[in-house]
């Protein structure tokens, strides 16, 4: 991960994270007084910037992921969970453009054949399910929201907005951004990848921990299975520790997988 902390020595990258971060933050607030359900979330359709920032920006999107959300928390009442919402929305604008590099195979983001386009949607998945492994895994953790409450809802704002809005804002900006040289390739060309079968390694981990993790998370949280193997007080509502026990080892080994692309 070595591009999230060589970027802040690199002018421009540190100009397109604040574009990014004020983008984000300036359609995520208009929006925190539309509920998308009561009480746990507000509609997102800036979750389409994240998406379409690493796509461009690459590390100085997933930084401007995570400020921009983090200003948007402030406007809608800040939290001790605001700071996995930070490392959430961090990974949120990390892993799209990192698994693109892995899986693309020369295909641009914009691309419409049938195969960019599944892959395009494995990344955005990858993406999400990781934001709300760590959004519902943080919240469990500190007792405020069962896993679940979270989870699959952040899953479901995330892909609608990845699915529908951010398609057409890549396909309007992209070549642009590409044309003046503002790509993250472009502008750290410096940037030394891993070696490529570590970063298919890094894939696996990442996909697989957090696949295991979002199904044992959502299994634990309802109480719709409590495992026999561990004591009685830890089995009890709300869940926070048999979730801490259980789901934590598989969120390390996600964001290793991570460290790894």
Known sequence: MNGLTAMWRNTRMVVLCSI?????????????AVPFIPGVTELRPANAIPVVCSFLFGPAGAWGSAIGNTIGDFFGGASPADIFGFFANLAYGWIPYKVWEVISHGDAPISRSPRAIAKFVFTCLAATVLCADLVGWGENLLALRPFAALGNVIILNNMLAALILSPFILIAVYPRVRQGRLLYSDAMPEIKRRPMALR??????????????WVLGNLLSI???????????????????????????????AIAGMVLL
């Open 200 to 213: 298919w390694l890094g894939l696996a981990m990442l996909v697989g921990g957090e696949a295991v993790a």
């Open 20 to 32: 990014s971060a004020a983008l984000y933050a300036a359609v995520l607030i208009p929006f925190k």
């Open 223 to 253: 109480g719709w299975w409590t495992p026999a193997f561990l004591p009685a007080w830890m089995n009890a509502a709300p869940y926070d520790k048999s979730v801490a026990v259980i789901v934590s080892p598989f969120m390390f080994l």
